[in-house]
């Protein structure tokens, strides 16, 4: 199925996704919080999974696999489950799993309507490029015993909110998301070219439980000096930091050249644009607080918000300010 024919379906089919949302988020067991049991319906027994039916997919998704360089085929709802399993921590709690889906759905339909496609026959990869993707047989492979527990429970998530996307006046959010901040999240401008209105600075006090927000990593000088292009001729006398709002390095001199606190994580490998620097000897301490360029939705911080007893809607007003979750349906019914 081509893209072209693909976007007129999702618009056929608005009226009647629609009305099969409103049954669907009805009758959706709750479920209590626990990271460990496994996820199911009410009326099953204690070995079934909660898998996602076909209905609830409009349309599916051509994903260019970068192993086998060939392309997948995948309903919707089955993609958005299985990007979710690749990019967040299985036993996250309910409620940031559902948060995860719903920038996982909005990305692709972003993606769809107003993106530019991988190939002539893939919509996206399955890599960083775009999101990370992993089919039914791979996670079965990385998760083994867990298998059961851990797709019954991204499954429940994606069911309970199927068809929802993040919207900032009436179009498809850019969804950014990443593990750890640093406290705060970041402007995009800080850390990208463009200012984009719903991705602005909040505090998120819960990522100090993550396993990432604090690293370190020793630099040869001399490492950093072919990583740079530039001579540290008198040690950290000759290197200046500046902040960014969310207290993330705006930038770096060296003597005479700057450089952005994102081109130094990116060019040193570093897990975060905050750090700290200290120099012993002939290396360079760096120091960083987070996990991930630190715009949009943090994701120990979704999990924080959860555990505090935060709903999924609560999570992305907090991270995605100004914005609001709309059936995709009504998104896609002007796409022409």
């Given at each position: ?39 199911q319906e009410t009326t099953t ?253 943090s994701q120990y911080g979704a ?34």
């Open positions: 199925m081509n893209r072209k024919h693909r976007i007129g379906i999702i618009t056929m089919i608005s009226m009647f996704m629609g009305i099969l949302l409103i049954p669907a988020l009805i009758v959706a067991p709750f479920i209590g919080k626990n990271d460990t049991s496994t996820v027994n204690e070995t079934s999974t909660v898998d996602i039916p076909a209905s609830l997919s409009p349309f599916s998704i051509n994903v260019m696999r970068s192993t086998s360089e060939k392309v997948e085929e995948v309903p919707l709802e089955d993609y958005v489950a299985r990007v979710v399993a690749s990019e967040m921590p299985a036993n996250f709690e309910l409620e940031a799993l559902k948060a995860q889906a719903l920038a996982a759905r909005t990305y692709i339909t972003q993606q769809l309507t107003d993106g530019e496609p991988y190939s002539e026959q893939a919509d996206v990869t399955d890599t960083t490029q775009h999101q990370v993707y992993k089919n039914d047989d791979e996670l079965r492979e990385q998760w083994k015993e867990q298998y059961t527990n851990n797709m019954s429970r991204i499954n429940q998530a994606v069911k309970e909110t199927a068809g929802e996307i993040i919207t900032y006046e009436e179009e498809p959010i850019t969804a950014a998301f990443f593990s750890t901040s640093n406290g705060y999240t970041e402007n995009s401008e800080d850390y990208w070219d463009n200012e984009i209105p719903y991705l602005k600075s909040v505090e998120s006090p819960w990522d100090q439980d993550s396993p990432k927000f604090f690293d370190q990593k020793v630099v040869p000088v001399s490492e950093i000096e072919a990583a740079l292009n530039v001579k540290i001729a008198n040690g950290l006398e000759n290197i200046n930091l500046a902040k960014t709002p969310g207290g993330r390095v705006a930038e770096l001199s060296v003597g005479e050249q700057k450089f952005t606190g994102r081109e130094i994580r990116e060019k040193l490998n570093l897990q975060s644009s905050d750090f700290t620097i200290e120099q012993k000897e002939d290396h360079i301490i760096f120091t960083t607080r987070g996990y991930g360029h630190g715009v949009g939705m999990n924080g918000m959860a555990e505090a007893g935060k709903t999924y809607k609560e999570i992305i007003q907090h991270y995605y300010q100004n914005t609001e979750i709309t059936p995709v349906t009504k998104q896609t019914a002007s796409i022409s």
